[in-house]
């Protein structure tokens, strides 16, 4: 009784407490609702129409605002839609006292930061769309805890990271999950397998690991899968292909192995679309392919499918789009693919298919794209064809020969003709002219003929839209007509290049003012480039290399501020490089080699800073390599090679760590090498032969770890061969002509000599005896000379040797180029100012050295012809004998006998040290009496002016000959003390010459 009195007590005090908690309740819920959304508002940092700042008024109700949708029954926000306003900010954690909010869409803005945990308090919550902001940072895992009311979840476009929760399972009812474009990692949940309402999954565009879950076979109602460019590896799993209702699936650009289930359509009859491209499968393509008849679009390109293109593809009746490109398809193209009478797209480009192309492919009619470039086809195509919408025939790279094909000219929507590389032939039809949509031509590499003027150019210019225009390596044989400057003026890319153009270029190519790239290299053009080339502001590429251009490089090419790449080498431009050069910063690659350049290399070039390729290669530019060279940070290739650059190697080219290549070969570099070159860490070749390089090989380069290619022959470097890196990969030849050089038995060079006292006091006692004995010897053969000489004064020249004039014969220059296989570099058997001597083999058999003169340096045609006067009427078994000559305006040689021993220095210096005291002896001799001969048995006296060692040659028999009569002076009465200019060999002199020419200069 007592207990029943205090609970009714009891109720009676809180019940009215009660009452007033729920009154309290109703009037702040809706209250909450509003402090909520102003605290998002109060996020805003950017509202580009000021609509919220305006619109969400704290005098006006929450359900009046704009984007806000409230209830009926409870009068509280369900649903908040800020989508596509521009905003700028960041979530705030009071959305989750939202409490009956059922939609959230806030995408296409610019909101940033996190997802804030609290969003797990929205119970209701059945669409949640943040896509297509900013938003960072993992996604919480307790969010999903409390939302199993969600149907939509749709995170695509943010830079979330971090896993992927796999508490995402617990939304039950979710039917569309997008989490794609983020950043998210590691595996795919298994757990998203219980997801059994799922529709529609999208996670591609991540950073996902491992394989696809299997259990993602458990997805019944799933009709779209999308998983591409996520980094998955692994096979398929065979379930996928159980999931009947699928409708899409895209796997493309991931790893995936293995290969396709044969039976993978039979569980899949509703599949539309398949995109597998750009994995590792293998195999073949199943024949149960044929059994996804609703297949609108089949994509397995960029994969490593092998054998046969499947028939049973003709049963895909439906499909639009059918991709096989860049697999290792074999066999031929099946004639079942013809019936597919609704394909629009067929890329079957980079297999090994072989065979013609079935004539019921050319009767598709709603063929849009034919592209099966890079294959093994062959045929002739027809010249009817029923394509009337076709836009993109891309054939390049076949064996397709005959004429051109008729029908083409005919499909009117053509926009992208490629059928290069083929071997079509004939003449270029100008009604090609009537394909006005046309924005891409490329016909180079065939057989291609055309009028003298290139008829079909000027029919081309109806092609308004033309961007893109590819001619070259066809046999055209034509001008440049000036029709060319009225092509369209979007034409971007133009490549006449190897078609035995000739002419010149036509000023008003000038006109093609969105020109980027121009391509006339390998042709017959000459003349002067026309001033209005610098109307070409926009271009970017210049090929103009292998023509037959002269004159000073034009300034003009300085106006194209756009250029990034120049390439004029292999013409016979002459002068100086153009100082202004140094005006396009934009230049990437410049080629000037090959060509007739002079002085000194401008400063401003060095000024380039972001050259990647530099080549001034066979000029005869001077001077020094300054050390701004050291500017081009970026480099790759630099050659200066076959120049006339001196001084010494500059340090600051150790700092272009990228380099890759470089060449300073035959110059006249002097000093060391420099130690620095070790830091060259990205070094590939290096050729510095043919110079005057001295001291000891830097052990630095042992360092360069990408060195493939090392020349340092023909040098004066002396020490020993460095061992480590990549020397041990090198062989004798990148040291030959170093006669100091020392190092292992491998690199044909003697071994080097360890210094120790004693052995410095052996050799000290030795040159006190060898040096008095070899005196005396030499005084001995000294006198011996002196009697031989005069006793040959006595008598006659019996010792001439007549070379009948009947054994000359003439020897064309096209016989010297085949003798000596283009004067080939490895033919060459020396270089000195005036002129080159190659060894050569002629037609006959006979083995003769032909002396070609520099006629670009000063005083080599004056050395040619005092050569021919000196040589025309000697007669002596130990002066060179000329065999023939072979003379023209632009090239000047004398054809000379072989000396297969070589000259005198190279012996005198050689290792093996051939020469014993007798062959020295009769070395003297007949250089003694060769110029015996010279000053008084020939009926004019001949003075040579340089006798050194390099210019006694040795036959078979090692009897010398003197050679090398460029500067020899022919004496008579009138001029035999007459003054002359400074000659002889750089480095000494006669003093006699100094004023008067005389016998004793010899």
Not at 279 to 307: V, W, Y
Request: glycine share 6%; net charge neutral; proline share 5%.
């Amino acid at each position: 009784m007592e207990k029943n009195l205090f609970l009714s007590i009891l109720l009676a005090f809180l019940v009215p407490f009660s009452t007033l908690s729920l009154v309290h309740a109703v009037v702040t819920d809706i209250s909450t609702d509003k402090q909520s959304l102003l605290a998002l508002k109060a996020r805003i940092s950017h509202d580009p129409s000021n609509l919220l700042a305006s619109n969400w008024s704290t005098s006006s109700s929450v359900c009046h605002w704009m984007g806000i949708t409230c209830g009926a029954r409870h009068l509280r926000v369900t649903a908040l839609n800020i989508s596509h306003l521009g905003l700028t900010a960041t979530l705030p954690p009071q959305l989750g006292n939202l409490s009956f909010l059922a939609r959230l869409d806030i995408r296409n803005n610019s909101f940033h930061g996190s997802l804030p945990e609290e969003c797990a308090q929205l119970r209701r919550l059945k669409y949640l769309d943040l896509s297509r902001n900013s938003l960072s940072g993992e996604l919480p895992a307790r969010i999903f805890d409390n939302l199993p009311n969600l149907l939509l979840l749709y995170l695509h476009l943010n830079f979330f990271e971090g896993k992927i929760p796999s508490t995402i399972s617990k939304c039950k009812s979710l039917q569309d999950l997008s989490l794609a474009l983020n950043n998210f990692t590691g595996a795919i949940p298994k757990e998203i397998g219980n997801l059994t309402q799922l529709r529609a999954m999208y996670l591609g565009f991540n950073k996902l690991q491992g394989e696809i879950p299997k259990e993602l076979g458990n997805l019944a109602k799933l009709e779209l899968l999308s998983i591409q460019n996520s980094y998955l590896t692994g096979t398929i799993p065979s379930l996928i292909f159980n999931l009947s209702s699928l409708m899409y699936m895209e796997l493309w650009k991931n790893s995936l192995t293995g290969r396709l289930s044969e039976n993978m359509c039979q569980h899949l009859p509703n599949l539309e679309e398949l995109d597998m491209s750009s994995n590792h499968l293998t195999g073949p393509i199943p024949n149960s392919l044929g059994q996804c008849r609703m297949l609108s679009m089949l994509a397995l390109s960029d994969n490593l499918f092998k054998e046969h293109i499947p028939r049973e593809i003709g049963n895909l009746t439906l499909i639009k789009f059918l991709n096989l490109d860049s697999n290792k398809l074999t066999g031929g193209i099946p004639n079942e693919i013809g019936m597919l009478h609704n394909l629009e797209h067929l890329i079957l480009s980079s297999n090994q298919l072989v065979g013609p192309i079935p004539a019921s492919v050319f009767n598709i009619s709603t063929m849009e794209e034919l592209a099966l470039y890079r294959n093994q086809l062959y045929g002739i195509l027809p010249s009817i064809a029923e394509l009337p919408n076709l836009e993109g025939l891309i054939l390049w790279e076949n064996n397709f020969s005959g004429l051109f094909p008729a029908f083409i000219t005919g499909a009117s929507k053509l926009n992208r003709l490629d059928i290069s590389s083929n071997s079509f032939s004939g003449f270029i039809p100008g009604a090609i002219g009537n394909l006005k949509f046309l924005e891409t031509l490329s016909l180079e590499n065939n057989y291609f003929t055309s009028t003298p003027d290139l008829t079909f150019l000027s029919n081309l210019t109806n092609c308004k839209s033309l961007r893109v225009l590819w001619l070259g390596n066809n046999p055209l044989n034509s001008i440049l007509p000036g029709s060319i400057g009225n092509l369209s003026i979007s034409l971007e890319q133009f490549d006449i290049n190897d078609c035995n153009i000739s002419g010149k270029i036509p000023k008003e190519i000038g006109n093609l003012k969105n020109l980027i790239e121009l391509q006339l290299q390998d042709n017959e053009l000459t003349g002067p480039i026309p001033v209005t080339l610098d109307g070409l502001q926009n271009l970017q590429r210049l090929y103009l290399q292998n023509n037959k251009f002269e004159g000073l490089i034009p300034d003009i090419f300085c106006h194209l501020h756009e250029l990034g790449e120049l390439n004029l080498k292999g013409n016979k431009f002459y002068g100086a490089i153009p100082a202004c050069i140094g005006n396009l910063t934009t230049l990437r690659k410049l080629f000037l080699g090959s060509n007739k350049l002079i002085s000194s290399i401008p400063s401003t070039l060095w000024n380039l800073e972001d050259l990647l390729y530099v080549d001034l290669s066979e000029n005869f530019l001077d001077g020094s390599i300054p050390l701004d060279i050291g500017n081009l940070k970026v480099a790759i290739t630099i050659d200066l090679s076959r120049n006339l650059l001196s001084g010494e190697i500059p340090i600051a080219i150790g700092s272009l760590e990228n380099l890759q290549n470089l060449s300073l070969r035959y110059n006249r570099l002097q000093g060391s090498i420099p130690k620095t070159f070790g830091n060259l860490k990205s070094l590939e070749f290096l050729d510095l032969s043919r110079n005057n390089l001295s001291g000891s090989i830097p052990k630095s380069l042992e360092a360069l770890s990408y060195l493939k290619y090392l020349n340092l022959s023909f040098n004066q470097l002396s020490g020993e061969i460095p061992q480590g890196g990549s020397f041990r990969n090198f062989s004798a030849e990148s040291f030959m002509g170093n006669l100091a050089l020392c190092g292992t038995s491998q690199l044909q060079v003697p071994p080097c000599k360890k210094t120790t006292h004693r052995k410095l006091r052996t050799k000290k006692v030795f040159l006190s005896i060898l040096l008095p004995t070899s005196i005396v010897v030499l005084l001995v053969v000294l006198v011996i000379m002196f009697l031989l000489i005069r006793k040959k004064r006595t008598r006659p020249p019996t010792n001439v040797d007549i070379f009948p004039r009947e054994t000359w014969r003439r020897i064309s220059y096209q016989e010297l180029v085949r003798a000596t296989d283009r004067f080939n570099d490895n033919n060459l058997l020396g270089k000195g100012n005036y002129g080159s001597v190659y060894k050569g083999r002629l037609d006959e058999g006979m083995e003769v050295a032909v002396k070609v003169f520099h006629l670009d340096f000063e005083g080599g045609l004056t050395s040619f012809e005092a050569e021919c006067e000196v040589m025309r009427g000697l007669r002596h078994r130990n002066l060179i004998k000329i065999i023939s000559s072979c003379s023209n305006d632009d090239f000047k040689s004398l054809i000379l006998e072989y000396m297969p021993n070589g000259s005198l220095e190279k012996l005198l210096f050689s290792e093996k040290n051939v020469l014993n005291i007798f062959h020295r002896l009769n070395i003297m001799i007949d250089v003694a009496s060769a110029l015996e001969y010279l000053h008084f048995g020939y009926v004019v006296p001949i003075i040579h002016c340089d006798i050194k060692p390099s210019n006694v040659l040795l036959d078979e028999n090692m009897v010398a000959h003197l050679s090398d009569f460029g500067i020899a002076k022919l004496l008579g009465e009138e001029n035999s003390m007459t003054r002359t200019k400074t000659l002889a060999t750089i480095g000494y002199m006669a003093p006699e010459m100094k004023m008067h020419i005389h016998d004793y200069c010899d």
